[in-house]
């Protein structure tokens, strides 16, 4: 089912560049989330540096829970950029005719 949707997505690959990573640790020195989530904060940053609406993620313990997508919100109003929604995979599937139990 998952995999079906994500063969529709269009995505670009992102090169981390030093705009990537700057932003990045605006989220660990804001304490967002901790240095060993680095690769995790540049994955975000890439996500809103690059004008995403949305990131969809398994990672409930770093990316997917409420200290940092409040968190990535006030970043990205405090630095001007448009809001990045954090969702779940199974919010892809949430109101698709197909899976509903009707």
């Known amino acids: 089912m998952l995999l079906d949707y994500m063969k529709q ?6 090169e981390t560049d ?4 700057e932003l990045a640790g605006k ?3 804001f304490g ?3 240095e060993k989530s680095f690769d995790d904060c540049q994955h975000i940053a890439a996500a809103i ?7 969809i993620s398994w990672n409930f ?12 919100k006030n970043i990205t109003t405090m630095e001007g950029y448009k809001d990045l929604l954090i969702y ?7 109101g698709d005719d197909e899976h509903d139990d009707d």
Not at 9 to 14: A, D, L, R
């Open 9 to 14: 997505i269009k995505y670009h690959v992102i």
């Open 18 to 21: 030093k705009d990537i990573v």
């Open 27 to 29: 989220f660990i020195d």
């Open 32 to 34: 967002v989330l901790r």
């Open 49 to 55: 540096l690059a004008g995403c609406d949305v990131i």
């Open 61 to 72: 313990k770093h990316i997917v829970n409420v200290k940092t997508v409040k968190g990535v």
């Open 88 to 94: 779940p995979p199974s919010a892809l599937l949430e």
